[in-house]
């Protein structure tokens, strides 16, 4: 993919590119669902936000309070849990690429943004914790309710952003902030590194327990728990060989 590329549709006005070519320019740290999926609506959903006077702060933590309810849905362990895990994470991802194409259009950057994006980022941890909690109410071992899932849910994630916001504090003061890790350079290296980082993703991770719950039907949860198992598995791999590539990008000391 190149730089100069924006996510076009064949319905696309004139108008329409325009404001695609002003807001939209490919980003090396952009996945191919972001790209290929997202920035093609994404762009309708910023006029209406623009009509709406809605600022890029405010859509972003719009962003992250979907992010993050994500998690809430998908700790309630059923079909239509997952089904609406699926909906408020997209949702929140989709705000994402919101905020920036209207702080772009409007002129409207700022480093408080930039904070904000850090913190979206962050929410997303919380999510990857309801997953080993919804094993948990599957098998039987959390017998909480709804509302109780929903509390313990939300104490883990105001610890996990007690912990997040300082760094994230510190990475907006950093020079160096358009700088990628040295795992994003390796994944945008071929288009099966990409479509490996999407798969193996939140977002591949919603769309295929998505795909699986309308397969089996919303009668039984049992090919989710094993996939999410799997998932859970392929997580941890990723990231031990994500710490030691890592650290081996640091250079030597003298």
């Known amino acids: ?27 090396a740290k952009e996945d191919l669902w972001s790209w290929y999926v997202l920035r093609r609506i994404s ?23 979907f992010v993050v309810s994500s998690g809430a849905w998908l700790i309630q362990a059923t079909p239509l849990g997952f089904l ?17 194409e209207v702080a772009r259009l409007t002129k409207n950057t700022s480093k408080k943004g930039y904070f904000i994006d850090l913190l979206i980022q962050g929410a997303t ?10 094993l948990l109410v599957i098998k039987g071992s959390l017998q909480l309710t709804g509302m109780e899932l929903i509390g313990l849910y939300s104490v ?14 510190q990475l907006t003061r950093s020079s160096a902030q358009d700088e ?14 990409e479509f490996a980082g999407v798969l193996l993703g939140l977002p591949g991770f919603f769309a295929t327990l998505l795909l699986i719950t309308l397969v089996t039907g919303f009668q ?12 859970l598995f392929i997580f941890a791999l990723k990231v031990v060989a994500r710490f030691f590539i890592t650290v081996k990008s640091f250079p030597k000391e003298p």
């Open 156 to 169: 883990f994630t105001l610890i996990i952003m007690a912990l997040f916001v300082p760094i994230a504090f």
């Open 220 to 231: 039984t949860v049992s090919w989710q728990v094993w996939y999410m198992v799997l998932f």
């Open 43 to 65: 762009i309708f959903v910023t006029i209406l936000f623009i009509k709406l006077k809605l600022t890029p702060n405010a859509i972003s933590w719009l962003s992250a309070l």
């Open 125 to 134: 941890l919380p999510v990857f914790l309801s997953i080993p909690l919804a």
């Open 180 to 193: 990628r890790d040295p795992v994003n350079k390796i994944r945008t290296k071929s288009v099966i590194f």
């Open 1 to 27: 993919m190149k730089h100069e590329m924006i996510a076009s549709t064949w319905f696309d006005t004139k108008r329409i590119r325009n404001l695609r070519e002003q807001s939209q320019s490919y980003s």
């Open 84 to 100: 609406m895990a699926f909906v408020f994470y997209n949702l929140g991802y989709l705000f994402d690429c919101v905020d920036g």
